[in-house]
Protein backbone atom coordinates (compact mmCIF):
# COMPACT_ATOMS: atom_id res chain seq x y z
CA UNK A 1 0.00 0.00 0.00
CA UNK A 2 1.94 3.29 -1.50
CA UNK A 3 0.19 5.36 1.66
CA UNK A 4 1.88 2.77 4.15
CA UNK A 5 5.19 3.34 3.38
CA UNK A 6 6.05 6.37 5.31
CA UNK A 7 6.00 6.09 9.15
CA UNK A 8 2.24 8.21 9.56
CA UNK A 9 2.45 7.11 13.37
CA UNK A 10 5.97 8.57 13.86
CA UNK A 11 5.87 11.20 12.29
CA UNK A 12 2.53 12.05 13.73
CA UNK A 13 3.36 11.50 17.25
CA UNK A 14 6.31 13.74 16.98
CA UNK A 15 4.78 16.67 15.87
CA UNK A 16 2.29 16.23 18.37
CA UNK A 17 4.78 16.71 20.70
CA UNK A 18 6.24 19.45 18.99
CA UNK A 19 2.75 21.17 19.23
CA UNK A 20 2.42 20.22 22.72
CA UNK A 21 5.24 21.73 23.29
CA UNK A 22 4.62 25.07 21.51
CA UNK A 23 1.07 24.85 23.88
CA UNK A 24 2.98 24.95 26.44
CA UNK A 25 5.42 27.17 26.06
CA UNK A 26 2.41 29.91 25.48
CA UNK A 27 -0.01 29.32 28.75
CA UNK A 28 -1.80 32.34 28.64
CA UNK A 29 -5.03 33.61 26.50
CA UNK A 30 -2.94 36.64 25.74
CA UNK A 31 -0.44 34.82 24.21
CA UNK A 32 -2.59 32.15 22.59
CA UNK A 33 -4.50 34.95 20.43
CA UNK A 34 -2.13 36.61 19.07
CA UNK A 35 -3.10 36.54 14.88
CA UNK A 36 -0.42 36.56 12.48
CA UNK A 37 -3.13 38.92 10.12
CA UNK A 38 -3.64 36.68 7.89
CA UNK A 39 -6.38 33.95 6.86
CA UNK A 40 -5.71 30.63 5.99
CA UNK A 41 -6.46 28.73 2.87
CA UNK A 42 -9.41 27.46 5.10
CA UNK A 43 -10.52 31.11 5.65
CA UNK A 44 -10.43 31.46 8.78
CA UNK A 45 -8.21 34.34 10.26
CA UNK A 46 -4.75 32.42 11.26
CA UNK A 47 -3.73 32.39 14.54
CA UNK A 48 0.35 32.66 15.54
CA UNK A 49 -0.46 29.17 17.37
CA UNK A 50 -2.39 27.77 14.21
CA UNK A 51 0.83 29.05 12.01
CA UNK A 52 3.30 27.29 14.74
CA UNK A 53 1.56 24.06 14.98
CA UNK A 54 0.97 23.79 11.17
CA UNK A 55 4.99 24.43 10.81
CA UNK A 56 5.91 21.56 13.34
CA UNK A 57 3.56 19.54 11.29
CA UNK A 58 5.59 20.34 8.07
CA UNK A 59 8.79 19.56 9.21
CA UNK A 60 7.83 15.74 9.76
CA UNK A 61 6.24 16.07 6.19
CA UNK A 62 9.17 17.48 5.15
CA UNK A 63 11.84 14.68 6.69
CA UNK A 64 9.30 11.97 5.16
CA UNK A 65 9.31 13.48 2.02
CA UNK A 66 13.35 13.58 2.29
CA UNK A 67 13.59 9.63 3.19
CA UNK A 68 11.51 9.12 -0.27
CA UNK A 69 7.76 9.87 0.66
CA UNK A 70 5.59 10.89 -2.22
CA UNK A 71 2.34 12.11 -1.29
CA UNK A 72 0.63 15.96 -1.33
CA UNK A 73 -0.48 17.85 1.96
CA UNK A 74 -3.66 20.05 2.14
CA UNK A 75 -4.04 22.00 5.38
CA UNK A 76 -6.26 24.50 6.37
CA UNK A 77 -3.46 27.03 6.71
CA UNK A 78 -1.20 26.74 3.89
CA UNK A 79 -3.81 24.83 1.86
CA UNK A 80 -2.67 22.68 -1.15
CA UNK A 81 1.33 21.33 -0.79
CA UNK A 82 2.98 18.96 -3.88
CA UNK A 83 5.48 16.17 -2.25
CA UNK A 84 5.02 14.33 -5.70
CA UNK A 85 2.05 12.46 -5.76
CA UNK A 86 -1.57 13.37 -5.96
CA UNK A 87 -2.86 10.01 -5.36
CA UNK A 88 -1.65 10.33 -1.97
CA UNK A 89 -3.33 12.88 0.28
CA UNK A 90 -2.24 13.93 3.77
CA UNK A 91 -5.02 15.97 5.53
CA UNK A 92 -3.71 18.37 8.49
CA UNK A 93 -5.78 20.22 11.35
CA UNK A 94 -3.16 21.33 13.12
CA UNK A 95 -5.43 22.61 15.77
CA UNK A 96 -9.04 21.54 15.31
CA UNK A 97 -10.65 23.55 18.17
CA UNK A 98 -8.82 26.91 17.95
CA UNK A 99 -10.96 28.83 20.03
CA UNK A 100 -10.57 25.80 22.87
CA UNK A 101 -6.84 26.43 22.40
CA UNK A 102 -6.83 29.61 22.28
CA UNK A 103 -9.14 30.08 25.62
CA UNK A 104 -7.15 27.74 27.50
CA UNK A 105 -9.99 25.20 27.17
CA UNK A 106 -9.87 21.78 27.18
CA UNK A 107 -10.23 20.21 23.87
CA UNK A 108 -8.11 20.90 21.15
CA UNK A 109 -6.41 18.33 19.12
CA UNK A 110 -3.83 17.97 16.38
CA UNK A 111 -5.67 15.92 13.47
CA UNK A 112 -4.10 14.01 10.73
CA UNK A 113 -5.38 11.43 7.74
CA UNK A 114 -3.41 9.89 5.04
CA UNK A 115 -5.87 8.66 2.26
CA UNK A 116 -5.42 6.59 -1.55
CA UNK A 117 -8.18 8.70 -2.81
CA UNK A 118 -10.07 11.90 -3.41
CA UNK A 119 -12.91 11.44 -0.61
CA UNK A 120 -13.44 10.26 3.03
CA UNK A 121 -14.22 6.55 1.52
CA UNK A 122 -10.49 7.23 0.77
CA UNK A 123 -8.87 7.84 4.49
CA UNK A 124 -6.55 5.03 5.15
CA UNK A 125 -4.86 6.27 8.44
CA UNK A 126 -6.25 8.70 10.75
CA UNK A 127 -4.15 10.03 13.85
CA UNK A 128 -6.23 12.79 16.52
CA UNK A 129 -4.38 14.04 19.53
CA UNK A 130 -6.63 15.81 21.84
CA UNK A 131 -3.90 17.59 23.79
CA UNK A 132 -6.44 18.38 27.06
CA UNK A 133 -6.94 15.09 28.31
CA UNK A 134 -3.43 13.79 26.80
CA UNK A 135 -5.68 11.22 24.31
CA UNK A 136 -3.76 9.90 21.10
CA UNK A 137 -6.41 8.04 18.75
CA UNK A 138 -5.35 5.90 16.13
CA UNK A 139 -7.01 4.14 13.20
CA UNK A 140 -5.37 2.06 10.63
CA UNK A 141 -7.90 0.95 7.85
CA UNK A 142 -8.70 -2.74 8.54
CA UNK A 143 -6.81 -3.02 11.66
CA UNK A 144 -9.11 -1.23 14.00
CA UNK A 145 -8.81 1.81 16.11
CA UNK A 146 -6.88 2.64 19.51
CA UNK A 147 -6.79 5.46 22.50
CA UNK A 148 -3.36 5.74 24.21
CA UNK A 149 -2.74 2.37 22.99
CA UNK A 150 -5.95 0.32 24.07
CA UNK A 151 -7.93 -0.88 21.26
CA UNK A 152 -11.44 0.03 20.98
CA UNK A 153 -13.96 -2.50 21.01
CA UNK A 154 -16.55 -2.10 18.17
CA UNK A 155 -19.19 -4.51 19.50
CA UNK A 156 -20.22 -1.71 21.60
CA UNK A 157 -23.87 -0.20 20.83
CA UNK A 158 -25.47 2.68 22.02
CA UNK A 159 -27.04 3.62 25.44
CA UNK A 160 -30.53 4.87 25.32
CA UNK A 161 -32.86 6.97 27.73
CA UNK A 162 -36.32 5.18 28.95
CA UNK A 163 -37.92 6.97 26.53
CA UNK A 164 -35.85 5.65 23.40
CA UNK A 165 -34.01 8.56 22.79
CA UNK A 166 -29.98 8.05 22.26
CA UNK A 167 -28.58 9.18 25.96
CA UNK A 168 -25.79 11.54 25.08
CA UNK A 169 -25.33 13.26 21.43
CA UNK A 170 -21.96 15.95 20.47
CA UNK A 171 -23.18 19.08 18.74
CA UNK A 172 -21.21 20.63 16.87
CA UNK A 173 -20.94 24.06 14.77
CA UNK A 174 -22.56 25.72 18.11
CA UNK A 175 -23.60 28.71 16.88
CA UNK A 176 -26.75 30.01 18.71
CA UNK A 177 -28.53 30.47 15.59
CA UNK A 178 -28.34 26.92 14.19
CA UNK A 179 -29.06 25.83 17.79
CA UNK A 180 -32.49 27.35 17.69
CA UNK A 181 -33.10 26.23 14.85
CA UNK A 182 -31.77 22.53 15.15
CA UNK A 183 -33.16 22.04 18.63
CA UNK A 184 -36.26 20.64 18.06
CA UNK A 185 -35.21 17.47 16.60
CA UNK A 186 -31.99 17.25 18.91
CA UNK A 187 -34.92 17.13 22.08
CA UNK A 188 -36.34 14.12 19.39
CA UNK A 189 -33.14 12.42 19.66
CA UNK A 190 -31.18 13.31 22.57
CA UNK A 191 -31.23 12.89 26.15
CA UNK A 192 -28.59 15.25 26.45
CA UNK A 193 -26.45 16.82 24.38
CA UNK A 194 -22.76 18.35 24.74
CA UNK A 195 -20.73 20.70 22.49
CA UNK A 196 -16.96 19.97 23.15
CA UNK A 197 -16.06 22.38 19.88
CA UNK A 198 -13.86 20.43 18.12
CA UNK A 199 -15.38 17.83 15.43
CA UNK A 200 -12.15 15.28 15.44
CA UNK A 201 -12.59 14.94 19.10
CA UNK A 202 -16.37 14.68 19.29
CA UNK A 203 -16.14 12.12 16.84
CA UNK A 204 -13.47 10.34 18.66
CA UNK A 205 -15.83 10.05 21.89
CA UNK A 206 -18.19 7.91 19.15
CA UNK A 207 -15.80 5.81 18.70
CA UNK A 208 -15.12 5.31 22.35
CA UNK A 209 -19.01 5.19 22.84
CA UNK A 210 -18.53 7.92 25.20
CA UNK A 211 -21.10 9.76 23.24
CA UNK A 212 -23.92 7.61 21.62
CA UNK A 213 -23.28 9.76 18.19
CA UNK A 214 -22.69 13.05 17.07
CA UNK A 215 -23.41 15.80 14.34
CA UNK A 216 -22.60 19.15 12.82
CA UNK A 217 -24.75 21.49 12.81
CA UNK A 218 -23.20 23.03 9.45
CA UNK A 219 -21.07 21.94 6.94
CA UNK A 220 -17.81 20.72 8.14
CA UNK A 221 -14.28 20.80 6.45
CA UNK A 222 -12.29 17.52 5.43
CA UNK A 223 -9.61 18.22 7.72
CA UNK A 224 -11.74 18.92 10.33
CA UNK A 225 -13.38 15.52 10.59
CA UNK A 226 -11.06 13.19 7.79
CA UNK A 227 -8.71 11.38 10.56
CA UNK A 228 -11.86 11.41 12.73
CA UNK A 229 -14.32 9.52 10.59
CA UNK A 230 -12.02 6.99 9.99
CA UNK A 231 -11.37 6.21 14.24
CA UNK A 232 -14.71 5.88 14.04
CA UNK A 233 -15.69 3.61 11.49
CA UNK A 234 -13.13 1.33 12.72
CA UNK A 235 -14.04 1.49 16.29
CA UNK A 236 -17.06 -0.41 15.12
CA UNK A 237 -19.03 3.14 14.59
CA UNK A 238 -21.20 4.75 11.54
CA UNK A 239 -20.63 7.74 9.58
CA UNK A 240 -22.52 9.98 7.01
CA UNK A 241 -21.67 12.94 5.49
CA UNK A 242 -25.47 14.18 4.58
CA UNK A 243 -25.30 16.34 1.86
CA UNK A 244 -24.06 13.14 -0.29
CA UNK A 245 -26.14 10.22 -1.15
CA UNK A 246 -23.14 8.21 -0.61
CA UNK A 247 -22.25 8.93 3.13
CA UNK A 248 -18.80 8.75 2.33
CA UNK A 249 -18.66 10.25 -0.47
CA UNK A 250 -17.28 14.28 0.81
CA UNK A 251 -14.52 15.23 -1.15
CA UNK A 252 -10.88 16.05 0.62
CA UNK A 253 -10.54 19.46 0.08
CA UNK A 254 -10.66 22.84 1.86
CA UNK A 255 -14.15 23.66 1.60
CA UNK A 256 -17.48 22.72 4.04
CA UNK A 257 -19.33 20.78 2.00
CA UNK A 258 -21.29 18.66 4.34
CA UNK A 259 -22.44 18.61 7.42
CA UNK A 260 -21.47 15.00 9.42
CA UNK A 261 -22.94 12.48 11.19
CA UNK A 262 -21.59 9.77 13.32
CA UNK A 263 -23.05 7.13 16.10
CA UNK A 264 -22.58 3.49 16.77
CA UNK A 265 -25.43 2.08 15.12
CA UNK A 266 -27.59 2.44 11.82
CA UNK A 267 -30.12 3.21 13.88
CA UNK A 268 -29.04 5.90 15.45
CA UNK A 269 -27.16 7.30 12.32
CA UNK A 270 -30.31 7.58 10.89
CA UNK A 271 -32.29 9.68 13.70
CA UNK A 272 -29.07 12.04 13.68
CA UNK A 273 -29.19 12.62 10.31
CA UNK A 274 -32.41 13.94 10.58
CA UNK A 275 -31.29 17.00 12.78
CA UNK A 276 -31.22 19.96 10.13
CA UNK A 277 -27.96 22.00 9.17
CA UNK A 278 -27.38 25.03 8.18
CA UNK A 279 -25.03 26.90 5.82
CA UNK A 280 -23.17 23.96 4.08
Known sequence: MAAAT???????????????AMLAD?????????ETGSRGEGGDRTLEIDDAAETAVFTE????????????AVSEERGWVDFGDPAVLVVIDPIDG??????GLPHHALSIAVAEGATMADVVFGFV??????EEWVACRGRGASVNGLTLDPTLGERRTRHGKLELVGFESAEPRWMRESAEALAEAAGRVRAIGAIAVSLCQVAAARFDGMVSLKGCRAVDAAAGQLIVREAGGVVA????????AAPLDLEPHSPVAAARTEAGLAELVRVPSWER
Not at 6 to 20: C, F, K, M, N
Not at 26 to 34: D, G, K, L, S
Not at 61 to 72: D, K, S, W
Open 98 to 103: SVNAKR
Open 6 to 20: PDWLGASRRAAAAVR
Open 61 to 72: LEALHAAGGRFT
Open 241 to 248: FTAYDDPL
Open 26 to 34: RPTIAERVE
Open 129 to 134: QDFGPD
